[in-house]
């Protein structure tokens, strides 16, 4: 609802309210038990970085970098950036402190606030939430079925309902850098039928216009060479090898031979979960390896894999919001001298470790009633001006009394 002369949040950003903390702190819990099972364990980076970072990790001729960063100058004259991604920054950390010289592989988990400038839309924003995971120091394909097997667990779990995993290959630096010259002829000698955009790009990111949303564009690239049909033998073993283990995890997935992602540091596997409840953002979550990106940040080569997902996205599929909260205790006074005599009692049943609440808005015995109906109270005490209380199981609407100093004996029953 839109209020008068009043401040919105900006546009592509949105308030959590109270029952959607809840819904995401759950998600979160079940994310943070899958991965602490699976020795992953968290880290927390600023949330603002030097802008340089995302442009050296994510990559100049990415959308991320071209057209969709926070960046500012800060009153000192450097360049930051509102994090649009997690992993450069894990990479950043990683070179940082040193954290080669732990046993390997380092596994890290996140949660938390990310930033693009986009076309907001359902399931797109400015500001969203990740949660993802990162496997770093090993190129065993054990490492990425293990963390794609990770985020499978982790939607089955949640009951996401028509979720599906694609799973593709960019191969070896050298696989893409041969690739891509190819398919840049291939494009260059289709120039007249792709969109603008795409033209504009084939020679910074070709690879792009597998991803273009126009029907001129996806004519072209039906016909084009593919980078799955030009893998080199290791990188094929390594495909067979991921796609056997998935197989062996009991892992559903379906090889798309156009995979491309949105970030310049994978190579080898790469994947998407898909959700057909998500409408045109269908993507629920995705990774894939990323070998080169620790090293181009200044530390030893070092393979490493992830993913991350949409929180958002994942609340937006599951489309349930949590029954409201239950209380314990609302403890009703009828006369307003006893109103101390309730704020003793729900301060004694809080530090006793039970929710308790009282009327702060002088409503009437009845009012109070409903109140305690409307929070979902199990019990209600009500104290009478004798000193005495009347306890209600609020449920069953059974109503005993008892004597004052046995209410939190009860109640502890
Ligand atoms: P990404 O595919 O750019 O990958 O983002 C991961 C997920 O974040 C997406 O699948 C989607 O659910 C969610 N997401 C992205 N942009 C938005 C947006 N504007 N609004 C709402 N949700 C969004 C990465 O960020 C990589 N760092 C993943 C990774 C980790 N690769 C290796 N390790």
């Not at 120039?191 to 792009?208: D, F, H, M, Q, Y």
């Not at 015995?365 to 000193?387: C, F, S, Y």
Request: net charge negative.
């Amino acid at each position: 609802m839109a209020t008068q002369g009043g401040i919105e949040a900006p546009k592509g950003t949105a308030d959590w309210l109270p029952r959607q903390v809840a819904t995401r702190a759950a998600i979160i819990a079940e994310a943070a038990a899958i991965f602490e099972r699976a020795g992953y364990e968290q880290i927390e980076t600023p949330v603002f970085e030097a802008a340089e970072l995302f442009k050296r990790g994510v990559g100049e001729a990415t959308d991320i970098v071209e057209k969709e960063m926070f960046t500012f100058e800060d009153l000192g004259g450097r360049h930051m950036t509102l994090r649009p991604e997690g992993t450069a920054a894990i990479c950043r950390a990683y070179v940082q402190h040193g954290m080669h010289k732990l046993p390997q592989p380092v596994r890290l988990w996140y949660a938390g606030p990310f930033f693009r400038y986009e076309a907001p839309q359902a399931g797109r924003y400015r500001q969203f939430s990740q949660i993802g995971a990162e496997a770093i120091g090993t190129e065993s394909p054990l490492a990425d079925a293990e963390s794609i097997s990770m985020l499978d667990t982790l939607l089955r779990e949640l009951g996401v309902p028509g979720v599906e995993l694609g799973l593709g290959s960019l191969g070896s630096p050298e696989t893409r850098a041969t690739y891509r010259i190819e398919l840049q002829e291939y494009l260059r000698a289709h120039a007249g039928e792709l969109s603008e955009e795409v033209k504009r790009r084939i020679e910074t990111n070709p690879l792009r216009a597998f991803d273009a949303k126009d029907p001129g564009t996806n004519a072209v690239m039906e016909e084009a060479p593919k980078l799955l049909d030009r893998l080199s033998e290791s990188d094929a073993a390594h495909l067979a090898e991921v796609e056997k283990l998935l197989g062996a995890l009991g892992v559903d997935y379906r090889i798309d031979p156009t995979l491309v992602r949105g970030l310049d540091y994978y190579s080898q596997t790469v994947f998407a979960f898909t959700c057909d409840r998500l409408g045109a953002q269908s993507e629920i979550g995705g990774g894939g390896r990323y070998d080169g990106l620790v090293a181009e940040l200044g530390g030893p080569p070092t393979p490493a894999v992830g993913w991350a997902a949409g929180l958002e996205r994942i609340a937006i599929a599951l489309e349930e919001e949590p029954a409201a909260p239950e209380r314990d205790v609302f403890v009703a006074a009828v006369e307003p001298a006893q109103r101390v005599r309730a704020a003793a009692l729900v301060d004694e049943l809080r530090r006793k470790g039970l929710s308790a609440e009282l009327d702060l808005a002088g409503r009437s015995v009845k009012g109070q009633l409903k109140q305690a109906n409307r929070i979902n109270a199990r019990h209600t005490v009500i104290l009478d001006e004798d000193g005495t209380a009347q306890l209600k199981e609020m449920t069953s609407g059974e109503q005993r009394q008892v004597a004052t100093a046995d209410v939190l004996d009860e109640l502890l029953k």
